[in-house]
């Protein structure tokens, strides 16, 4: 068995995660799948209707839906797809109406070089963090687009996610990869799980398809885990003491005029006892709040987001969605690997979901084992690896609640409580106080989700403050004065060449984009 070479693989569940995961194992080896000596078959219950409302992305879907050989032009006419460029925080820190700032998805200039937060912190001259070192903020202000229709495919002015259709995305890329990428596509309930002496799963018994036999199993069965929870016996790990929100009303709005104007960012906006996204795509508007039910009741929660939809919710079907913020205590366990739900979930505040499922599905194919021998091997190093990036989306998510300033209602005042915050948060808090985080400090991994440039971005956005010691930086004031200079003019030029998120947008359905 130790032996055994590693050429079937099979991924129970659809859905986003179980999808991409297929597409990126499939590409990533489509010479043996061509010779015949390797496959991936997906499994997907014909019966089992898949959550949707995963609508934001981070810019890593653009190099893993040109790995897997989309066309982007494709990819927006068939997924109701619009530009991302970051998310806008409201009433986050203070509560008032003039408290916002930007989680931009661009890089401080010279970010490489330079760490620019103490010389902005000495300037003190009332322009946002976000605005002093990045022209992307003033491009979201403005909802305009981070290219041009003549600008290639996966190219960009400015870096950019996407705002998406998760109902029509998985159904893309799933044509895709049973058409392109030679995906076995089987639809069938699984009714029974078998497995060896050895606890290895070596086939799924389905109803309407007989006996699926496989080397490497791969979960995406949602919530329900049926072989990493179910069948293997792999505890729950819930983080529910430091994420409070476990529950989510989402409603699909449509715009009032066609050419109603398309953000080109993540709106989320804090309300009493959680937050409200607001993502636009080119025909409607997702609109969610995310809330803690131990801190508001489920009509109150109804009637915090009629009031920020308006009367149109009264037509409009709203959907309650459990949220179990957590993960599996290990990922990878003999031969079945979670991606997607089945390893954990936490509140859509940064797009983590789509990401994290990106990124584990490029791990597994990257480091697909040869054979049963070296697969513990790999799943150890899969399950550190993984297992720090859950830990520090963690971290990141709770960053952006614990740093408030609103004691208005409880949620608020217990999201501040030490007892409630990680402790290696609670250490960099400490450190940061003294010096401003950058990547050469804490963020040492070639993939980190959120880099050093994030929480800059969600620190100085929510009025954190280090102490700048004018002597530590005089070697590179001159550095940063002209990178910021520099950031000011490239402002003033996209704003003068960047077309509307819509206007572009019309045009790729249009024209389409000039291909790589």
Not at 13 to 23: E, P, R, S, V
Not at 163 to 175: I, S
Request: glycine share 8%; hydrophobic share 40%; charged share 20%.
């Amino acid at each position: 068995m130790d032996m055994q070479p590693i050429q079937n693989i099979v991924i129970v569940g659809g859905g986003t995660a179980g999808w991409l995961t297929a597409a990126v194992i499939a590409a990533r080896h489509q010479g043996r799948i061509k010779k015949g000596s390797f496959s991936v078959t997906l499994v997907e219950s014909p019966n089992v209707p898949i959550i949707g409302v995963g609508e934001g992305t981070w810019p890593t879907i653009r190099s893993t839906l040109e790995k897997i050989g989309v066309s982007e032009t494709d990819f927006f006419r068939e997924c109701d797809a619009a530009f991302k460029q970051g998310g806008r925080f409201a009433r986050w820190t203070t509560g008032a109406d003039d408290d916002a700032y930007y989680h931009p998805l661009e890089l401080p200039k010279g970010f490489a070089d330079v760490n620019l937060v103490p010389h902005w912190l000495a300037h003190e001259d009332g322009t946002s963090f976000c605005d002093a070192v990045c022209p992307q903020g003033a491009l979201c202000d403005e909802g305009l687009a981070p290219k041009t229709i003549a600008t290639a495919e996966y190219r960009g002015a400015a870096n950019y996610a996407y705002h998406l259709d998760a109902g029509k995305f998985a159904p893309f890329v799933q044509r895709h990869a049973t058409s392109k990428l030679g995906v076995r596509h089987v639809q069938a309930d699984v009714i029974k799980v078998n497995q060896a002496e050895s606890g290895d799963v070596v086939s799924l018994e389905t109803r309407q398809a007989g006996t699926v036999e496989g080397d490497l199993f791969v979960d995406c069965s949602g919530f329900a885990a049926l072989l990493l929870g179910q069948t293997l016996g792999v505890a729950f790990k819930s983080c529910q003491d430091v994420l409070f929100c476990d529950t989510a009303l989402a409603v699909q709005v449509p715009y009032l005029t066609p050419d109603a104007p398309m953000a080109s960012h993540t709106n989320a906006t804090a309300q009493t006892a959680g937050w409200i996204w607001d993502i636009g795509l080119p025909t409607r508007r997702g609109i969610g709040y995310v809330y803690s039910s131990r801190h508001t009741t489920g009509d109150d929660a109804y009637e915090t987001l009629a009031r920020y939809v308006g009367p149109q919710i009264k037509s409009l079907t709203v959907r309650k969605i459990p949220i179990r913020s957590g993960h599996r205590e290990t990922f990878w366990k003999n031969n079945v690997v979670a991606v997607g739900l089945a390893a954990g979930f936490l509140e859509p505040l940064e797009s983590s979901a789509i990401v994290l499922g990106e990124l584990s599905a490029k791990l597994i194919a990257e480091q697909m084992p040869a054979t049963r021998e070296v697969m513990d091997i790999v799943a150890a190093r899969f399950n550190e690896v993984t297992t720090y990036r859950w830990g520090r989306i963690i971290d990141f998510l709770k960053l952006h609640y614990c740093l408030t300033k609103r004691t208005d209602t409880q949620f608020w005042i217990d999201n501040v409580d030490p007892a409630g915050i990680p402790q290696r948060l609670q250490n960099l808090l400490k450190l940061w106080k003294t010096r401003a985080p950058w990547f050469l400090d804490e963020f040492d991994r070639l993939e980190e989700v959120f880099p050093a440039a994030s929480y800059q971005y969600v620190l100085y956005g929510m009025g954190f403050r280090t102490d700048v010691d004018p002597d530590d930086i005089s070697a590179t004031r001159g550095m940063a004065d002209r990178l910021m200079r520099d950031n000011s003019m490239t402002i003033q030029r996209l704003k003068a060449q960047m077309p509307t998120n819509r206007e572009l947008v019309t045009k790729i359905h249009t024209y389409g984009l000039q291909a790589v």
